[in-house]
DNA sequence: TTCGTCAGTTTGTCATGACAAAGTATTGAC
DNA sequence: GTCAATACTTTGTCATGACAAACTGACGAA
């Protein structure tokens, strides 16, 4: 029944943890499995050295071994069992790090993105994007509207509104980066968020920026989205032409 | 800047743990906070008592103190910035505890969900099936075709493909209850899954089934979902009336 | 006023030690 | 041979103690 039950490895040689360093001996211990899991020097399936063996070795404590073991089980790729060991899962099922946009996505894709911006002003905000970011209603907000292309076609016509004090935003910068990315830089990681994606024939305007017919389908998605304090940081309202596009999404429960 | 800075309240009376519970200390504090805050006895905004104040009233050790704040951290209740205390976000961000499939969502949504079983039966898996059951190929599973009803309207047509040594489908089970309701209920209990999510214009055959034009935008998704083992135990491949139904996903990094 | 310094508060990291609970493997009685 | 009891392994829980790092606010010097 147990799968290959190979000699547990040697995760992690001693030398390699630095007591000196800032990074916390927990994270360095953690990194170094996370590196040797995603390598495949520990196969699919394989135990990983028992906590306590592993901490002696390392000459860390047990807690410390402990954090780090756990920081991999929460991020899914260790699973544990009492009495028996902890064992390293399947990749499909590891949860991604951070909240990605579509313009990070594109540039990881290699499909060379190009943004043209369409739109960029302050003006006060319709009610239901004030409620979105929990404003005021009439509160005014940077609002943006953005053609973005992928491989020289277009893709996508995105409209954002963003807290005016949040961040200053210049036309050559949306040009350039993902707004994710502008927003990171200045400070503002988003954390959290809600989609609420669905689909709608395209319209006369859509159809023509978008090179598409009138009529075929469209995927809409609008999106808010949260720093780690619960701050809302953007509203968008999107649509993507379904023929050259798709929404890939990993959940994960618990 | 910083929000209403009440007194900190005192979350948890000494009493209310209970050292001869099989249910661990950690566990106890953390359910007793949680509860505090969602029912707003705690407010949004407002600070907890700090770590050592509140391990020494309650009698316990900081570290199980500490975990039990941990614990509704990662669950996104709870802010800790050094220095300064520990926080309550606001409800919005919260990770959804469970995956949920359709069926609840209607369920809870008080929509009235009825399902009308198309076909059940063991076949060969095709190899895109195969590949992410991550089956050798031609591997049997059990094969169900669906179509859900909300409020006695279609909504949408359904096709799942099932390990056929994971669990014994009946019809009238189908009917009555969600499969992840009936996953669950057989011990496998759905933890992460990636779905592919993106739209067509409906054929003849989709048209006459779901009530719609022919052409119309149906959103379509592709499904793959793990236990916390990452054994796959579903595949799914799914159209939705646009008309009728979109997707709301939340989203949380880290 | 403005800036840096310093003390105080609070969370973050790490070590050591102990016992409990769950699962596996072995042993022994029948 | 089968089954139950036992020993062993491994993770889970909890306590105590210590120091580090980040933030706040008050104070004082320029």
Redesign the pocket.
């Given at each position: 029944?147990?799968p290959e039950?190979s000699p547990?490895r040697s995760p992690v040689r001693p030398g390699e943890l630095d007591r000196t360093s800032?990074v916390?001996?927990?994270?360095?211990v953690a990194t170094r499995l996370q590196e040797l899991i995603e390598n495949g020097e520990i196969g699919v399936g394989a135990?990983?050295e028992?906590?306590?063996?592993l901490a002696e070795r390392l000459?860390?404590?047990?807690?410390?071994t402990?954090?780090a073991?756990?920081y991999l089980v929460e991020r899914g790729m260790l699973v544990?069992?009492?009495?028996?060991?902890?064992q390293v899962v399947h990749p499909k099922v590891r949860r991604p790090v951070e909240l990605t946009s579509l313009y990070d996505d594109l540039v990881a894709a290699d499909r060379k993105p190009r943004t043209e911006v369409l739109a960029l002003r302050v003006v006060p905000a319709p009610d239901t994007v004030a409620d979105a970011l929990e404003l005021p209603r009439g509160t005014e907000v940077t609002w943006i509207e953005r053609l973005r292309y992928a491989g020289g076609e277009p893709l996508a016509l995105m409209h954002n509104a963003i807290p005016v004090d949040l961040i200053r935003l210049a036309v050559h910068d949306l040009a350039d980066h993902g707004l994710y990315e502008l927003l990171r830089r200045a400070g503002h990681v988003p954390r959290n968020a809600t989609q609420v994606i669905g689909a709608r024939p395209a319209n006369a305007g859509e159809a023509r920026v978008l090179q598409e017919k009138r009529g075929s389908s469209l995927l809409t998605m609008t999106r808010t989205a949260w720093d780690a304090g619960g701050r809302p940081l953007e509203y968008g309202s999107h649509v993507y032409r379904a023929s050259r596009y798709s929404f890939e999404i990993s959940v994960s429960a618990g």
């Open positions: 029944m147990t039950l547990p800032p916390p001996l927990y994270f360095q135990r990983i028992n906590e306590v063996d000459g860390v404590s047990r807690p410390t402990r954090r073991i756990q544990r069992k009492r009495g028996v060991g902890t």
